[in-house]
């Protein structure tokens, strides 16, 4: 990171964090939603599932112990094998769960059928999906009103990703589906914030940033940008790096933070954080050699 002291969060740069928007999307698809806040999992022993006569949603949820290795050695083919196993079964989290493997794989048109199958039984986090490949031609033919059609229904319904989607579509423009609204961008990037969406913490307090004019409010705004991070946002957590490498703006320097976020970013495939690591890897090497 030392020889990137130059990198500032600056316009050119938040104009670069959004043409990198496609590689947060691909995030999405390939994140697993484990043992959340919920707590289906405190009273569940996954060791006691017999597989042979398991219910769909146990096999499914020995599957998620298996895959972090909760009250069970960890073991991400099994866990593969046992959400494929229930999702066979038609249990929509599993099929969800698969989806993502398959995502993970590169077998992009198989986690889109997955996702499909999973949206019909009526899993919100499916159907958001199935949204995002309709609107990027993810594993099936590119379809912006089918895309966005979704994305709309379901900010109907207070989905705090949709809303966040729907906010850029609504800054934006989305071709002849939806004309710019500066005002209800606000209002639905605001909605989709007080929801929890981590996108929508990344952009408000970028946004903040931008404008702060003291340390604190620079704090501030950079404190709901680390929320961000936390809830997995790829942006959020590149831009952290940055931030804590540098130590600036109120926030103290620290290496092992940066280093953290960095690494998290740069395996998502986050295009800035690629370059960051990669221009690292030449200097590192090049002053090897120059040794």
Not at 13 to 33: C, P
Not at 45 to 65: G, K, M
Not at 167 to 175: A, D, I, R, V
Not at 253 to 265: C, P, R, W
């Amino acid at each position: 990171m030392q020889n990137n002291k130059d990198v500032k969060i600056n316009q050119e740069f938040i104009d670069e964090l959004y043409k990198s928007a496609l590689s947060i999307v691909y995030n999405e698809l390939k994140s697993h939603w484990l043992l959340g806040d919920t707590n289906e999992f405190d009273e569940f022993e996954p060791e006691t599932v017999v597989l042979d006569n398991a219910s769909a949603y146990d096999i499914y949820r020995r599957a998620c112990c298996e895959y972090v290795g909760y009250k069970i050695d960890e073991n991400e083919r099994d866990a593969e094998k046992h959400w494929l196993k229930a999702s066979e079964m038609n249990e929509p989290n599993a099929i969800l769960e698969y989806s993502v493997c398959l995502f993970e794989q590169l077998k992009y048109e198989e986690g889109f059928k997955c996702l499909q199958k999973a949206s019909k039984l009526g899993s919100p986090v499916a159907i958001f999906r199935v949204a995002l490949c309709y609107l990027n031609g993810i594993g099936c033919k590119e379809d912006s009103n089918k895309g966005t059609s979704l994305i709309k229904l379901l900010a109907s319904k207070d989905d705090a990703n949709a809303l966040y989607f729907y906010s850029t579509m609504l800054e934006y423009g989305n071709g002849a589906e939806i004309q710019v609204d500066k005002k209800g961008a606000e209002e639905a990037l605001n909605k989709a914030l007080k929801l929890g969406s981590a996108f929508a913490k990344t952009d408000v307090g970028l946004k903040a940033y931008m404008k702060a004019k003291t340390s604190e409010e620079k704090v501030k705004s950079l404190q709901l940008v680390e929320e961000g991070a936390g809830d997995g946002d790829i942006r959020a957590m590149c831009i952290m790096a940055i931030i804590y490498a540098k130590g600036e703006d109120g926030i103290e320097q620290n290496i092992e933070k940066s280093h953290k976020y960095l690494a998290l970013s740069y395996d998502a495939g986050f295009p800035i954080a690629v370059k960051i690591v990669e221009e690292a890897k030449k200097f590192i090497k090049k002053a090897s050699n120059n040794n």
